[in-house]
């Protein structure tokens, strides 16, 4: 039986991740990947105002993308796989993708950005969360939405561990068919 390689490097990750890229989106394209996406869709669509900025953290093929492609507005999208930059460049050529690191954004100017995406478990691969949420922080601006999606209920108290976030419930509801 093959060993478990736990990622503890970005170099792991980024590896990982390149040698995914030309089969990631087959991946998830069955129905509770799908539905789930419906969901982060009506989420998306209430907090990205048309024209406003956003950035994606560990944008890989560009699905946040994808799910605001109804949405008009100025999209960075970010990863550390250029594999997967590749394939979001060849899908939205419109757009502007940065191959780096979600924790270290110096090219990302203080306070510039509108909202700040992260989806489908981003967090687990980055190394130093709170390098990343103060670098997310740092770029948001005042006022401006901050969406991380994480995989458990747990994960969002380590990830936010010793710090004071007011973290703001989302009102949506999902609606059934019929009457």
Known sequence: MGEIKLMNNLEDTERYYDNLANNYDYFYNDNISLAEDEIIKDIISKLVIPFSSVLDCGCGTGLARYLMKDIPCQYTGIDISKNMLEIAKNKYPECHFIHGDCSKMPYIK???????????GVFSHIINYNDAIQEMWRTLKPGGNLFIMVYSRFAIKRLLSGKSFNIYPIDFKLQRGGK
């Open 110 to 120: 203080d306070n510039s950005v509108d909202n700040i995406i992260s989806l489908n």
